[in-house]
């Protein structure tokens, strides 16, 4: 009678144990869902859909400034080719990121954006971006990464200034295992 009791509970445990597992592997995907709808934590809503060209202000300038950060670990370059641009709200803009991969081999990288003030994340709309997707780098090349965006006509009136950090790290298989 004892055996069979602690075999269920061992059954169960297991279970909460798997259950907890799976748990921990859907918090990603759902805080990525979730940062992408609400604009928290520098992401930006993406509203590809909206015709921006009928809704430019051309009343408003909203300088939009680009910061890069390389956490590669490697003495490679990644820079905007324009520190700044100034936008107005519906305007579609182009902008380049200059990256080198100094390395005598072919790296993965990811790009992760914030935007600051954090407000201003929310009217920030990138229909193109390299931080969309992992970036692959072959050995000692040099490109270009894309970026398309608009600012919403909806920004409030005191946000002049947008600032757009992009952080790029090294993705390997290392980094996936412990991400996983």
């Given at each position: ?61 909203i300088r ?64 193109e971006c ?51």
């Amino acid at each position: 009678m004892q055996t069979q009791s602690n075999k269920k509970l061992l059954v169960r445990l297991c279970g909460f144990v798997l259950a907890m597992f799976a748990f921990g592997f859907a918090l990603v995907p759902l805080y990525d869902v979730f940062c992408d709808l609400t604009g928290i934590n520098g992401r930006s809503v993406q509203r590809a859909d909206i015709n921006t060209q009928t809704l430019v202000d051309t009343s408003r300038v909203i300088r939009v400034e680009f910061v890069t950060f390389d956490k590669t670990g490697q003495p490679s370059e990644f820079i905007a080719r324009a520190p700044s641009v100034e936008v107005h709200p519906g305007e579609m803009k182009n902008v380049s990121f200059h990256v080198t991969n100094p390395l005598n081999e072919a790296v993965s990288v990811r790009a992760i954006p914030s935007v600051s003030p954090g407000q201003g994340s929310l009217y920030l709309n990138k229909t193109e971006c390299f931080c969309f997707n992992q970036q692959a780098l072959a050995a000692n090349e040099t490109t270009e990464f894309k970026l398309r965006f608009f600012v919403d006509k909806a920004l409030p009136e005191e946000i002049k200034v947008l600032t757009l950090a992009y952080t790029l790290y090294p993705i390997s298989e290392q980094t996936l295992a412990n991400a996983l």
